[in-house]
C-alpha cells in the first residue's frame, strides 16, 4: 500500500452494533485493523400514484355530452388572445381536464370493476355510510341499522348480478356485429377483455410434425430447434431484385395548405377509444366530444405551430 493512500469509512453512530480493532493483524501498515457490523435500513421510495381516468362513458348521455360541450366553450374563450404557443397548448389541456373533472368526475373502481353501473355505485356508497353509523350506533338503535345494511347489501349483489351480466350481453352484441362486419380485430379484443385474468392450467401444446403431441421439455426445444432452422435456415433466391432502373426521384403531391377544419375533426373522429391517457390525461373520448369549440381551438393550435 502507498503511503500517501489512506482508506476511511464513514459509519452512523446508530447503524454500527459491534467494532472492534484487531492490533495483531500483520497487514504491512501502521494501521490497525477493524471489523465491525452494521445495520443499514435503506428509505422506501414512494411510488407516485397515477390518477384514475376520467368517466367518459358518461358522455354517451346526450345532456352530459351537452353540458360538456357548452362548459368547454366557455373556458376556451380565456384563450383567444394567447399568442404563445406553448401557453396556448398547456392552457387548452388544463381547461378540459377542468371541465372533465367538472362535469364527469373520475372513473369508480379498478379496471375489473368498469361494468358496474353509477346506480349501482350510488348503493354501494349508501351501504357503506349506514355500514358507518351501525357502528356508532347505540345499542336501541343497532337493530334497525343492521336491517337497513343487510336490505342494502342484497340490493348491490343484486344490482351487481344485473350489471354484470348485461356488460357481458352488449360485449356479445358487439362482437356478433363484429364478426357479420368481418372485423376479427374487434372481436379478438372482445375475446380478450371477456377472459382477461383467465390462465389455462397446461401450457401450449407443441406438436411434432405428424401431429403428435411431444410431453418431455427436451422434445419441444428440440421441435423449436427444427422449426426455426426451417424458416430462418434458406437458401439464397435465384432471381434477385433490380433496382437500378427505379425513379428515385418521385414527385409526392404533399398539401402545405393550413389544415383544414373537415381534416382536424376526421383525424379526431378516428382516434380509437379505451385508449389510456398520458401524462396529460387526456382520452380520446374527451377530444371526440368536445365540439365545435373543441375543433376549432385544437385547429388553431395546430396551424400556428
Not at 360541450?69 to 384563450?79: P, S, T
Not at 350481453?169 to 362482437?175: F, L, M, P, T
Request: glycine share 6%; net charge positive.
Amino acid at each position: 500500500m502507498e503511503a500517501s493512500r489512506m482508506d476511511f469509512a464513514l459509519a452512523i453512530p446508530s447503524s454500527n452494533t459491534n467494532a472492534r480493532s484487531y492490533r495483531g493483524a500483520d497487514v504491512g501498515s501502521d494501521h490497525n485493523l477493524v471489523i465491525g457490523k452494521f445495520k443499514v435500513k435503506f428509505k422506501v421510495q414512494q411510488k407516485t400514484k397515477k390518477p384514475k381516468a376520467f368517466a367518459v362513458n358518461k358522455l354517451k348521455d346526450p345532456r352530459v355530452a351537452e353540458e360538456f360541450q357548452l362548459k368547454l366553450r366557455n373556458k376556451f374563450e380565456v384563450l383567444e388572445n394567447l399568442e404563445d404557443i406553448e401557453t396556448h397548448w398547456e392552457g387548452f389541456k388544463k381547461k378540459i381536464r377542468e371541465v372533465a373533472e367538472e362535469v364527469l368526475g373520475r372513473r369508480r373502481g379498478t379496471n375489473r370493476e368498469r361494468w358496474i353501473s353509477d346506480g349501482t355505485w350510488t348503493v354501494i356508497d349508501e351501504r357503506k355510510r349506514v355500514k358507518q353509523l351501525r357502528e356508532a350506533a347505540t345499542r336501541q338503535d343497532y337493530g334497525n341499522l343492521a336491517e337497513r345494511y343487510n336490505q342494502l347489501d342484497r340490493e348491490v349483489k343484486r344490482r351487481c348480478k344485473n350489471d354484470k351480466n348485461q356488460w357481458i350481453e352488449d360485449k356479445g352484441n358487439k362482437a356478433q356485429e363484429a364478426a357479420d362486419r368481418g372485423d376479427s380485430k374487434t372481436i379478438y379484443k372482445i375475446t380478450k377483455e371477456l377472459t382477461s385474468g383467465f390462465k389455462s392450467s397446461e401450457g401450449v401444446p407443441i406438436k411434432a410434425k405428424n401431429g403428435t403431441r411431444l410431453t418431455t421439455e427436451r422434445e419441444q426445444l428440440e421441435r423449436w430447434k427444427e422449426h426455426f432452422n426451417e424458416v430462418l435456415n434458406q437458401c439464397e433466391p435465384d432471381i434477385l431484385l433490380d433496382l437500378s432502373n427505379e425513379n428515385v426521384r418521385a414527385i409526392l403531391n404533399v398539401n402545405l395548405n393550413d389544415i383544414s377544419l373537415e381534416e382536424a375533426r376526421r383525424a379526431l373522429q378516428n382516434l380509437k377509444n379505451n385508449k389510456a391517457a398520458g401524462s396529460d390525461e387526456l382520452q380520446p373520448e374527451l377530444l371526440k366530444n368536445g365540439g365545435q369549440a373543441l375543433e376549432l381551438e385544437l385547429l388553431n393550435i395546430f396551424n400556428n405551430i
